[in-house]
T-cell receptor, first 110, second 113 residues
Framework: RKEVEQDPGPFNVPEGATVAFNCTYSNSASQSFFWYRQDCRKEPKLLMSVYSSGNEDGRFTAQLNRASQYISLLIRDSKLSDSATYLC???????????FGQGTRLTINP | GAVVSQHPSWVICKSGTSVKIECRSLDFQATTMFWYRQFPKQSLMLMATSNEGSKATYEQGVEKDKFLINHASLTLSTLTVTSAHPEDSSFYICSGRDFDGYTFGSGTRLTVV
């Protein structure tokens, strides 16, 4: 079983739609959680950290459920520029390394 | 913010030759550098963790004699792919641990022909 699992998609949605991504992780000792976005042939860039209390950054909302070992990302009022691959990432307690999910590819259509 | 400069951005080499990839932290001291590999339509897979002044720690299944990592200074880490073969063709990317989190290099696309 992969340590971090995501639905690979692809997701194709119209501009302005709301889209939700889910992610599960297997290591209950995981401590930090992130969503990154990666454009084609580019490096991943941090989108937001994820906290148990949930956090929001503009059109983006992230949630963490430690009991279910589940992370989500919600994008509201999607823009064409949101088209990218979204990576769910975790680190373990004491470990510095990032563990990446396989990514979910999103295409926003005009 | 923190910047990691990675070179080259792309390289084509002949099978059997070696390729060196450099990552420099420009405005912070990266005591730890992570090296990842990404095949098409797959996620980033950690290859090894390098710490300045000590031997790198390789992930299971990664050949340390084939992927040589050097982290001789706080601002420079290198990955050398030795005796490259077509199956080594991939996107290689480094990431430095900085004061605020993780900063990625821009990646190196290696094609072995």
């Amino acid at each position: 079983r992969k340590e971090v699992e995501q639905d690979p998609g692809p997701f194709n949605v119209p501009e302005g739609a709301t889209v939700a991504f889910n992610c599960t992780y297997s290591n209950s000792a995981s401590q930090s959680f992130f969503w990154y976005r990666q454009d084609c042939r580019k490096e991943p860039k941090l989108l937001m950290s994820v906290y148990s209390s949930g956090n929001e950054d503009g059109r983006f909302t992230a949630q963490l459920n430690r009991a279910s070992q589940y992370i989500s990302l919600l994008i509201r009022d999607s823009k064409l520029s949101d088209s990218a691959t979204y990576l769910c990432v975790v680190t373990s307690r004491g470990a510095q390394k990032l563990v990446f999910g396989q990514g979910t590819r999103l295409t926003i259509n005009p | 913010g923190a910047v990691v400069s990675q070179h080259p951005s792309w390289v084509i080499c002949k099978s059997g030759t070696s390729v060196k990839i450099e990552c420099r932290s420009l405005d912070f001291q990266a005591t730890t550098m992570f090296w990842y590999r990404q095949f098409p339509k797959q996620s980033l897979m950690l290859m090894a963790t390098s710490n300045e002044g000590s031997k790198a720690t390789y992930e299971q299944g990664v050949e340390k004699d084939k992927f040589l990592i050097n982290h001789a200074s706080l601002t420079l880490s290198t990955l050398t792919v030795t005796s490259a073969h077509p199956e080594d063709s991939s996107f290689y990317i480094c990431s430095g641990r900085d004061f605020d989190g993780y900063t990625f290099g821009s990646g190196t696309r290696l094609t072995v022909v």
